[in-house]
């Protein structure tokens, strides 16, 4: 069973709307800090927003602040990116990942990593 599993992508319009969702399950160290990475194939690793601490302390990619915000539903142990305004140039793969905190800098060694979910931007 993965230790981590996103859902929600898609095909969308510019300007449109998509909600990601990442599953942590229990396996996943509970002082572990999250990130939502994506990825276009042949370019590096971008680090859409991630957790620096356990306290709501997080990193946010400037191109993306004000039109993506994320959310968490503890019942259900899931991590919500909700992407507002999307543009042709947010077209990537996009993944979830696990670390410990005091690595948050170490984008290509965080410790788990799910499979990701593609979303498609077009004109």
């Known amino acids: 069973q993965p230790k981590l599993e996103e859902s929600g992508g898609g095909s969308v319009q510019a300007g449109g709307s998509l909600r990601l969702s990442c599953v942590v399950s229990e396996a996943v160290p509970r002082d572990y800090c999250l990130a939502w990475i994506r990825q276009v194939l042949g370019r590096a690793r971008e680090g859409l927003t991630i957790q620096l601490d356990t306290n709501g302390t997080a990193y946010w990619l400037d191109s993306v602040k004000g039109r993506f915000t994320t959310s968490l539903d503890s019942a259900r142990n899931t991590w919500f990116l909700q992407m507002n305004n999307l543009q042709p140039e947010d077209s990537a793969l996009y993944s979830c990942?696990?670390?410990?905190?005091?690595?948050?800098?170490?984008?290509?060694?965080?410790?788990?990593w799910g499979r990701g979910t593609q979303v498609t931007v077009s004109e």
């Open positions: 990942a696990a670390y410990p905190c005091q690595n948050y800098r170490k984008i290509d060694h965080y410790r788990f």
